[in-house]
């Protein structure tokens, strides 16, 4: 259960301060997949509030959540830039109108 001292709102700050000495050892790029899991904890801050008790990994599972989003996020950036490839090479096979 949350501390009964802070609000949902408090714990998420609490939350994200607490992640800020982590987020200051990484890449920008990391920092970057941190600062949007901060926003996630804004907006998720009462099922949070309701679980702390389930966090004992969290800077592990963070990072490991933080590889997997830029994995992620490059291969959808290859994958569109395929599409577009082939979107191009179909133009130029197009009979002109």
Same mark, same amino acid.
């Given at each position: 259960? =949350?501390?009964?001292?802070?609000?949902?709102?408090?714990?998420?700050? *609490?939350?994200? =301060?607490?992640?800020?000495?982590?987020?200051?050892?990484? &890449?920008? &790029?990391?920092?970057?997949?941190?600062?949007?899991?901060?926003?996630?904890?804004?907006?998720?801050?009462?099922?949070?509030?309701?679980?702390?008790?389930?966090?004992?990994?969290?800077?592990?599972?963070?990072?490991?959540? =933080?590889?997997?989003?830029? *994995?992620?996020?490059?291969?959808?950036?290859?994958?569109?830039?395929?599409?577009?490839?082939?979107?191009?090479?179909?133009?130029?096979?197009?009979?002109?109108?």
């Amino acid at each position: 259960m =949350a501390p009964k001292n802070l609000s949902t709102t408090e714990l998420a700050h *609490k939350l994200i =301060a607490d992640l800020k000495p982590l987020m200051d050892m990484l &890449s920008p &790029s990391d920092r970057r997949v941190i600062k949007l899991f901060c926003d996630y904890i804004l907006r998720q801050r009462v099922p949070i509030s309701n679980a702390t008790d389930l966090l004992p990994l969290e800077a592990a599972l963070i990072i490991i959540q =933080a590889e997997e989003h830029k *994995k992620n996020n490059q291969e959808f950036a290859e994958l569109y830039n395929q599409m577009q490839e082939l979107r191009r090479e179909l133009e130029k096979l197009k009979p002109a109108e």
